[in-house]
């Protein structure tokens, strides 16, 4: 129950503290509860209240609660907090000590952990844990003030009071294997819900989007059977514990009864038993009905847990006392773990300052692996790696990362300035030195052209900049670094041909003051190295001048053979209504709930009442059977547990039900918005919108609605009947319950209404600053962020905090104002009785009803607090699902096959303003190979998306002759297939990732679409074949063997039309040629439209265009 290295973390006074406050609240109410028993007391043996000392009393409790309430606020945001922050930070802390290697968890899922597990983990601690201590010393305490009176029931009591938290236990045991597979459905949902958005380009081209929507629905539906079952498992544990205590307090009042009737116990005492009875029990139900939270954070802590124990890399000591000069690698050999082949086999090499070295070799042949070895990113390797004469595994990571920089294709660029980007690379940079290095790699004219220049904001991961911008944004923040050894990965891969050549010349200079390790699969970039390794499957096959290669290498020979070759505002209203017609086709469920809910708070109450009439009939000398009295009391503490049971249980079923299709709805509105619609909007954000925005509905659909009405049906039945003894008491308990049930909860919401808000906007910061931290692990690492990054996590953790500290705050002050109206009700009905003379049986009954007919308005009370969150999620997705897509697919035409696209006079601009197409024109018909050149920048892929419809532009684009807004979606996937510069895989099997070209391919087609590839011979080494598992990023395949799979894909939807963007950028020249070759031969029959930077890509066309800046600048037959 207690995980003891979650306690060394907590903050032990402040726990101490919170439970201790929460001891002497009850001893106040204690007090109070034996004044009430005297003033009774004497007003049932016909003598006169002392109503100064009732007031007196009244007034020090209230005075006394509502001063401990605020220490308690002021305790449990003290404790949470800092525990929040430091887990946080400690979780981050380990992922980026971790870095992006192997044992990393899936993005969606560390920002979970870090983000939903923390909060969950927190409930446990400020909740769970002082209300556990809380209520072994509240029911020892309250046996003590009992057990003088009579000790035969006291001791019943607490013999009922162990079964409690025995049944909390065994059903937790139980639970705890449902609770694991509760959380892994929930981190599935959002790391499918992240993975099917960042493929959604390539669903929507392949028309998979609809069959992911189906997915993401099978998903919600998993989950919310997940939770049904935990559900019932806590439900069954709260029916137990309602059962126990509402019959333990039914066998209490019945033996003080029967104590009392044979005179054994005072008027007092018995009274006592009446107030205290079901007191007894409530801290441990209020324990019980923590079951879930107690249960999710000992999930979350074991998960955080375990995470904050996974073997980090292990480093030395020693710092390096010079810059690094050299790098020697001798008899070098690596293996995967849980890999029988080795990686790499036997590999020396050496490395000098002032020299340009370079790497090449297929796609598969250990390049990357070999670079991530050098550089101490992964350990477990044979043979020994030394730098500057000391080896490797004794320097300590602070000198690897000072003395190293690898800058590769999958760098990070934040949502800030150009600015705050490039500095990252050098703190101390000045405006000049940021302007020379963009100089450099040939982005200062570009940049100078923007209205806000080094000020100009970027998107997520700089998403508004192109392909090539982008990397060479990368590269020049890494230039800024000034380290002694770069290994550049394929960084010209994304870049215009004229830009690759400077970017070459600006390495070759950069390579004549430190060790350059420049990684490519192009032949011509590596002519100017000093030496050229060749890998291949792991082994250096051969090493020596590119002069010398050229002659002897077969590796180049056959590389110059193929070159040969060639926000929205709405009111609350708009929400609830919104909201309510998911209920509508579940009414019936909803009425039943209703039903049963007014019966169990029906049966609490007729407890305490039968207890009452028993008194009043012994004092009153009326012939009494205790023992029936007792039986019919215990038949109202069954009645209670069993109705709740169906009411709690009605009531989430219809909650979850709706959370399930409300999923699939927000993904359904995002088919329709993507990719368009999409780019602007954070990772993060949308997260947060499937996971905690969708939760926090649960409050609406089970907390709310059967509630309010539960409520209402209550509250009428008991001042109705109190209403029949005296009018002016059923008026006063009437306004008690419709303060505490209406206008509290109604003025806590005005007066916070933007509380719920601002959380939920501070949240989504968090959450986004969490998945940013964790998409540029390499990043941080290589520029030494971790702290700058810890640092702006502790201050979206400590904004978070704040809004928190509001909840708390509001949450306290709402709960003083309702034991005042609670408690000052009880107090006026049994003074008011008594100044007007009212009948014994009156101001017993009406006390009696006023102290146990509270509990449905008390739950009602929270929901000013709780709606504020649910309101603010509900705005956020109401405005989502509302949200317009850029197109919208309504035409009606059906097209079988293609004959001709068009593009005529065509302009476009993304914000309005600058145009990124300018009146284009171009025709593109049947059986044509049409290729497009430029820079970087110039609006190739704009082309491209213009043709998949992702924007209407102005002007006219044309399929067969229809404009495509008359087409319908379904024609225009059909006829077209797509291939992008990098392939995005789904962590599925290698078949169904090819299988997303045609959803119902047999795999006889899906092995025929492979060796089309060139991929069958591959797949076929692979023990799992088809079957092979593609993880996250798709770590264990190739640049090449992903591209392959990509090109299998492509085959297998069979589509007239080929759009084709940068297709072979990132491979080498076999792959690429591979590739290529594959295209030539098997698609002659249909139409391509070809985007490259390279001539050598671009020789397949028939006619060549090239754009610059947006128009065409000339065009090559």
Not at 315 to 335: H, N, R, S, V, W
Not at 533 to 550: D, N
Not at 607 to 615: E, K, M, V
Not at 958 to 986: A, D, K, W
Request: hydrophobic content about 45%; aromatic content about 8%; some cysteine.
């Amino acid at each position: 129950m207690i995980d003891k290295r979650l306690f060394q973390l907590m903050e032990k006074k402040s726990l101490v503290l919170l439970i201790l406050f929460r001891v002497i609240s009850l001893g106040l109410m204690m007090m109070l509860w034996f004044v009430f028993a005297q003033q009774l007391t004497n007003y049932l043996s016909e003598q006169s209240m002392d109503i100064l000392l009732l007031v007196g009393t009244v007034t020090l409790v209230l005075i006394g609660k509502s001063v401990l309430t605020k220490l308690m606020e002021k305790q449990t945001y003290k404790a949470s907090a800092e525990l929040r922050l430091s887990m946080r930070r400690a979780v981050m802390a380990k992922a980026f000590r971790l870095g992006d290697n192997e044992g990393q968890l899936p993005a969606s899922t560390l920002t979970q952990l870090a983000v939903d597990g923390i909060e969950q983990l927190e409930i446990y601690y400020a909740r769970f844990l002082p209300q556990l201590f809380y209520c072994l010393i509240a029911s020892l305490m309250i046996f003590g003030s009992l057990v003088g009176f009579s000790w035969q029931p006291a001791v019943v009591l607490l013999i009922c009071m162990p079964m409690i938290p025995m049944v909390i236990m065994a059903v937790m045991k139980i639970a705890k294997k449902i609770l694991s597979g509760y959380w892994s459905n929930y981190t599935n949902l959002g790391t499918k819900f992240h993975e099917n958005l960042s493929g959604l380009s390539i669903l929507k081209a392949y028309d998979q989007d609809k069959y992911k929507q189906e997915e993401i629905a099978t998903d919600a539906e998993r989950f919310r059977k997940a939770t049904m079952s935990l559900l019932s498992m806590q439900l069954n544990s709260i029916t137990i514990m309602d059962i126990i205590s509402y019959s333990g307090a039914a066998l209490g009042i019945g033996m003080a009864l029967i104590a009392f009737t044979n005179g054994t116990i005072s008027t007092v005492g018995m009274l006592m038993f009446l107030l205290l009875s079901a007191e007894f029990f409530i801290p441990m139900r209020q324990l019980g009905s923590l079951f879930h939270v107690a249960m999710n954070g000992i999930s979350a802590c074991s998960k955080l847990f375990a995470y904050l124990e996974l073997p980090e890399q292990m480093y030395g000591t020693k710092e390096l006392t010079a810059p690094l000069k050299k790098m020697e690698i001798y008899d070098l050999t690596y293996t995967y773990e849980n890999e029988k082949t080795e990686a790499l086999q036997g590999i020396s090499a050496s490395f000098q300052q002032g020299t340009f070295s370079a790497l090449v070799g297929k796609s598969g042949s250990g390049k990357s692996t070999f670079v991530r070895v050098l550089l101490h990113q992964l350990s477990g390797y044979r043979g020994e790696i030394v730098w500057n004469d000391l080896p490797l595994t004794d320097l300590c990571a602070e000198a690897i990362r000072k003395q190293s920089m690898l800058v590769d294709n999958h760098g990070y660029l934040y949502a800030d300035s150009i600015r705050a980007n490039l500095v990252i690379g050098s703190k101390e940079a000045t405006d000049a030195d940021l302007w020379n290095v963009l100089e450099q790699v040939c982005l200062a004219d570009f940049v100078r052209n923007l209205s806000e220049q080094l000020m100009t904001s970027l998107q997520e991961n700089g998403s508004n900049l192109s392909g090539g911008q982008r990397q060479r944004l990368i590269l020049a923040r890494a230039l800024l670094a000034e380290a002694e050894l770069y290994v550049f990965d394929e960084i010209t891969s994304g870049v215009d041909l004229e830009s690759e050549k400077i970017i070459l010349q600006v390495l070759q200079k950069l390579a004549q003051e430190k060790i350059v390790l420049f990684i490519s699969h192009r032949l011509y970039n590596v002519l100017h190295a000093d030496q050229v390794i060749v890998l291949e499957a792991g082994k250096m096959v051969e090493i020596g001048s590119p002069e010398k290669l050229q002659q002897d290498s077969s590796y180049f020979l056959e590389e110059e053979q193929l070159l040969k070759w060639g926000g929205l505002e709405m009111k609350e209203w708009t929400i609830i209504r919104w909201l309510l017609r998911f209920v509508k086709p579940l009414k019936l469920r909803m009425v039943t709930a209703i039903i049963l809910g007014i019966i169990s708070n029906l049966a609490v109450i007729a407890i305490s009442l039968i207890g009452a009439y028993g008194i009043l009939a012994v004092i009153l000398g009326q012939p009494l059977h205790p023992v029936k009295w007792l039986l019919v009391m215990l038949a109202c503490g069954i009645t209670r547990g069993l109705a709740r049971y169906s009411e709690q249980y009605l009531n989430h079923d219809i909650a979850f039900r709706l959370l399930a299709i409300i999923r699939e709805r927000i993904f359904a509105t995002l088919r329709k918005l993507g990719p368009a619609r999409l780019s602007g909007k954070k990772s993060g954000d949308l997260i947060t919108a499937i996971t905690t925005d969708v939760e926090a509905l649960e409050v609406f659909f089970a907390h709310t609605i059967s509630p309010v009405f539960i409520a209402v049906g209550t509250t009428i039945v008991t001042v109705g009947y109190i209403a029949m003894y005296d009018v002016g008491l059923a008026i006063i308990l009437f306004v008690g319950q419709v303060l505490i049930g209406v206008v509290l909860p109604v003025i806590s919401y005005k007066r916070n209404a933007r509380i719920g808000a601002d959380y939920q906007a501070e949240f989504v910061e968090l959450n986004q600053t969490v998945m940013e931290n964790i998409a540029s692990l390499q990043d941080i690492f290589q520029f030494n962020l971790g702290e700058e990054r810890l640092a702006k996590l502790d201050g979206s953790g400590q904004k978070l905090n704040k809004q928190y500290h509001k909840r708390l705050k509001q949450g306290s002050q709402l709960q003083i104002f309702s034991e005042c109206v609670l408690i000052g009700t009880a107090a006026v009905i049994l003074g008011l009785g008594s100044f007007w003379q009212l009948s014994l049986e009156t101001v017993l009954i009406g006390t009696v009803l006023s102290l146990s007919s509270f509990g449905s308005v008390l739950a009602l009370n929270g929901l000013g607090s709780a709606l504020l969150t649910t309101f603010a999620s509900g705005k956020r997705l109401y405005a989502l699902t509302e949200e317009k897509p850029t197109i919208s697919f309504e035409g009606q035409l059906e097209l079988t096959d293609f004959e001709k696209a068009e593009l005529d006079q065509v302009s476009f601009s993304y914000d309005g303003k600058q145009l990124i197409l300018s009146d284009l024109s171009l025709d593109l018909p049947k059986g044509k190979w049409l290729g497009i050149g430029g820079e970087s920048g110039s609006g190739k892929s704009t082309l491209m998306k213009l043709l998949m419809r992702y924007f209407d532009p102005e002007g006219q684009v044309r399929l067969n002759g229809n404009t495509l807004p008359t087409v319908t979606e379904t024609s225009l996937h059909r006829l077209e297939g797509v291939m992008e510069q990098s392939t995005f895989l789904f962590e599925d099997t290698i078949g169904n990732n090819i299988r997303l070209g045609k959803k119902v391919a047999t795999l006889e087609e899906v092995e025929m679409a492979a060796k089309k590839a060139s991929l069958d011979q591959w797949i076929g080494t692979l023990p799992d074949g088809y079957e092979t598992k593609v993880g996250g990023k798709a770590r264990n395949l190739s640049d090449g063997e992903r591209q392959r799979v990509g090109l299998a894909r492509l085959f297998l939807h069979d589509a007239p039309l080929l759009l084709l963007d940068e297709p072979t950028s990132n491979l080498d020249y076999l792959n690429e040629q591979t590739i290529l070759m594959a295209l030539r031969s098997e698609v002659n029959d249909k139409t391509v439209f070809l985007i490259s930077h390279r001539e050598t890509t671009l020789d397949l066309a028939e006619e060549r265009v090239y754009l610059e800046k947006g128009k065409l600048k000339n065009i090559v037959e």
